[in-house]
């Protein structure tokens, strides 16, 4: 089943919040529509008029996220040349994200797999766009970096940044952006032998 694309409705918006806090607490499998629905003030069965099923309703949150972060990282891309000041506001704008829906990583990380098999490659493809953006953001910093080299250097610095809903509610986000931030920095602009 593929996310029909258009427009969340303030209710679904709604159920798709607290389906990711559901969700990452205690796993897709672990919230059933009827829990869903009492979250949200209705019945489990109110839920498929909103969504066909819960496993739609997890492509859409996973689908539409994928889609946010592309989203923001190319007009981040097509706003600023400097691969230095780009690669800064990469950092800021995957560590906004990380702080504010730590539930989404947590999700992503452990939910992906119980997408059906065609949402899954679409975010998978989505991902792999968004990474995209990031290598070459290092490659231009870094002109001698491999696009391999590269990849892997920008999957260390999302393990780094979406480590927050490990981190962060241990702690002040006040105290964790700033620190994560430097750290992601300086690690992607270390000099390196690749």
Known sequence: ???????????????????????ARHGFHGVSITELGAAVGISGPALYRHFPSKEALLARMLVRISERLLTGAT???????????????????QLDFSLREPEL??????????????????????????????????????????????????????????????SAPRTQPALAAPLLRAMALAALTTPSAT
């Not at 089943?1 to 969700?23: D, W």
């Open 75 to 93: 007009e981040l891309a097509e706003q600023k040349p400097d691969p230095s000041e780009l690669l800064g506001a990469l950092i800021d704008f």
């Open 1 to 23: 089943m593929t996310v029909a694309p258009g427009r969340t409705s303030p209710r679904q918006e709604q159920i798709l919040r607290v389906a990711a806090q559901l969700f």
């Open 105 to 166: 990583i947590t999700v992503q990380d452990r939910d992906l797999a119980n997408l059906p098999a065609d949402d899954r490659r679409t975010v998978r493809q989505l991902q792999r766009a968004y990474v995209e953006i990031w290598v070459d953001t290092l490659r231009r910093l870094k002109p001698g970096l491999s696009a391999p080299a590269a990849r892997v250097a920008a999957h260390g610095a999302f393990g780094l940044l979406n480590s927050t809903p490990h």
